[in-house]
């Protein structure tokens, strides 16, 4: 039987590994539609809650998703492969919060609802779980991307505004503020005043650190361990209450992880990205980059309009606070070479090979 498909650095999957084993052993019902596992000596593979006899750890193959590629069949206590109820809610979420993102206009909450097939008042109560603000704060969050894309180009304020969604540019100064991430004194002073809420889970790079603020996702940070990552996150906001998520929270946040583990998967929930005027510019041109492509930090200083500012995109690059979903790994030197990453050069080269792989494989 062959090794897992995607090829990952030894240490590192044996980490995750780990936490896979951990998550079996307990019968994780959380676990479910993150791995499969097969057991060598049957041939047959189980989502982690299946109630079957627990195997030995050295009869135990691992999947994200091709155990039946690598000849494991579904087991039929558990039927891995058939979507749980929870699954297909949360894919008929992710659904609405693309329609919401292509949609021209803004879309009532009905008719949201009606196009993924869940009542009004189920999808309102669904959407909050699943995404943590109600569609209209989601929506709102929206416009506010649109809004940066639009100002980035030549659009005037005011066109910009409406061409955004917004009902009158009167409403957009009203929540420009907040939607444009200047920075506020909060972020002056390192979170003074925020409450960031952060879950620390394992992806295939290793450890992930997720936190959010109130106004969506603040920070992604990978590394080795938890304690590492907890003194990042806390050297980036040394003056916030930082609080550790409960289930509900780091059932959401498992969103985010996806995102990183599978690069075709798009992230629907809203983000907090917060620096200067030009940080957000160099950003917001780094969230253009389509995946399984790369650009210089050459070719970035020439999209936002400063040819000279090279040294500077780099910088901004650096103080990418997300992770992945901002993918400042996609920046490269104009030789080719990965040049520096915040989180390591293994993890940039890792991300944009299985990207490619993503790409090629359609
Ligand atoms: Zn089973």
Sequence with gaps: ??????????????????TW??????????????????????????????????????????????????????????????PSREQRQCAAIERACQLMAQAETSLTLAQVAKAVGISPYH??????????????????????????????????????????????????????????????????HKGQGMTIH????????????????????????????????KNELHSLFANATLVEGDVAFEQRMALVIRAIDSPG?????????????????VLQALRDIPRGTTLSYRDVAE????????RAVAGACAANRLAVIVPCHRVI????ALSGYRWGIARKRQLLENEAKVSHDG
């Design 198 to 229: 952060f879950t620390i889970g394992s992806c295939s790079l290793g450890a992930v650190l997720v936190a959010e603020s109130e106004r969506g996702v603040c920070a992604v940070l990978l590394g080795d361990d938890a304690t590492a990552l």
């Design 303 to 310: 999209k936002i309009g400063q040819p000279d500012a090279v």
């Design 21 to 82: 084993w951990d998550a079996l052993c307990r019968r994780d019902k959380q676990a479910d539609g993150r791995f499969v596992y097969g057991v060598k000596t049957t041939g047959i593979f189980c989502m982690p809650s299946c109630a079957s006899r627990l195997p030995l750890r050295e009869n135990v193959q691992f999947f994200v998703d091709a155990a039946r590629q690598a000849g494991f069949r579904p087991c039929k206590r558990c039927c891995p492969g058939n």
């Design 333 to 336: 030197r104009t030789d080719g």
């Design 265 to 281: 998967a798009p992230l629907t929930l809203p983000l907090d990205i917060r620096g200067t005027a030009f940080q957000l510019r």
């Design 123 to 188: 999808f309102h109560r669904l959407f909050k779980t699943q995404v943590g603000v109600t569609p209209k704060r989601y929506a709102t969050a929206l416009r506010g991307q649109r809004v940066r894309a639009l100002l980035n180009g030549d659009a005037p304020v005011t066109q910009a505004a409406l061409a955004a969604g917004f009902h009158s540019s009167e409403q957009f100064y009203q929540e420009s503020h907040q939607l444009l991430g200047m920075p506020p004194r909060s972020f002056k």
């Design 1 to 18: 039987m062959s090794t897992n498909a995607r090829a990952f650095p030894e240490e590192e999957r044996a980490l995750r590994e780990n």
